[in-house]
């Protein structure tokens, strides 16, 4: 029985998605004026598709050089969003299966780069060693990597975008400006930020506000990028970074806590004892601002074992940000405000990807060939992820009533836009 050519097995399963299809037996599909072309260089590109479901084949095949994408990668994800072999149904996925070039129905081992995150396997799931080790695996990858991506804020979290002409820096700024407002933060105030990266929003808070800033975080090499910066800017006698779990900081009576990507390290089963302890390191009438990446239902389960939990965040979880409320209104918080900034974090993820664009050559060369397609992957379906809500971005501000209900906050917010 003659065997459908590769490239037109792989559009039927696209279903005229607007791409170019080029296999290894030679065979080609797709309209001609196409911005994006698919090149499957052997038998083992058609293999991680199949064997794997969904996004993680698709991310093996790229990863290890199998796939080719030519274009530009998100148009390139927008164009086959949801339509791979992985979300076939089996009537459909057993009629591909036959007309298959057999050498394409071997299994093949990952990627290297998929083997980092199986061996911080051992241990209790979130006990402090697995997560330092997950931690590392994901922020320790090069300090200067990631100002190739991140650019001069080196922030690696959401910013906020105050006009449709801002830069990706002004955006971050007041992001952390927003944070410090929410958290009505004043000259000699102690904030604690936990998961604090490389060190912004200590420094912000520093610099502009005048605030004793204290941040941790389980990246040893984001904490020595950290503390350069604020021994450079000058801000020793009021911020400070350490190498550590924010588990481990003795400190208590801070007028403020921020929390800015780090929840979506907690999971659910350690939210309650997570936002107990943030409330115990408060004084009376001090505020919590806790921003992370959510679920858009609280009835999406977590599913482990798929191109994020294997590649980029290990035993990371998602909630949804009804699950964050009621875990902060049950463990010694009064919730006061919340905004969801989703739009906002797919334009940050979109400067993100501009950036290693630009800084390609720069980044392989400092992290492989392999890592820089992981970190490129990863930033283009999280872009597509958040404007296609599938994942949101959320801040949920919290205060810390004293035994008479009074909250200290304003009658009406006063942090502005």
Known sequence: MARTPVAQLIGGVLGGAPVVIE???????????????????????????????????????????????????????????????????????????????????????????????????????????????????????????????????????????????????????????????????????????????????????????????????LSRRQAEWAKEKIASAGLGHLAEVRFSDYRDVTETDFDAVSSIGLTEHIGRANLSSYFRFLAGKLRPHGRLLNHCITRPTTTEPNHFGGFIDRYVFPDGELEGVGLIVSSMQDNGFEVRHEENLREHYARTLAGWCTNLTEHWDEAVAEVGLGRARVWALYMAGSRLGFERRTIELHQVLGAKVDSDGTSAMPLRPDWGV
């Open 23 to 217: 296999a290894y037996d030679g065979s080609h599909s797709g309209p001609s004026d196409a911005k994006v072309r698919l090149v499957l260089r052997s038998p083992r590109a058609l293999s991680y598709l199949i064997t794997a479901p969904s996004e993680l084949g698709l991310a093996r095949a790229f990863v290890s050089g199998e796939l080719e994408i030519h274009g530009d990668l998100y148009d390139a994800l927008v164009a086959v969003w949801g339509d791979n072999i992985g979300h076939l149904p089996w009537s459909e996925r057993l009629r591909v299966l036959t007309n298959l070039d057999p050498k394409a129905l071997r299994w093949v081992d990952p990627p290297r780069e998929e083997y980092g995150a199986r061996r911080l396997r051992a241990g209790m799931r979130h006990s402090k060693q697995r997560d330092a080790e997950a931690i590392s695996h994901h922020y320790d990858v090069s300090n200067t990597f990631y100002e190739l991506v991140l650019g001069p804020s080196m922030t690696y979290t959401c910013a906020c975008f105050p006009s449709e002409d801002a830069t990706l820096e002004e955006a971050q700024a007041h992001k952390y400006d927003l944070v410090a407002r929410k958290l009505g933060l004043e000259p000699g105030m102690r904030l604690l930020d936990v998961g604090c990266g490389w060190g912004g929003m200590v420094r912000h808070a520093a610099e502009h506000y005048g605030v004793q800033a204290l941040g941790v975080t």
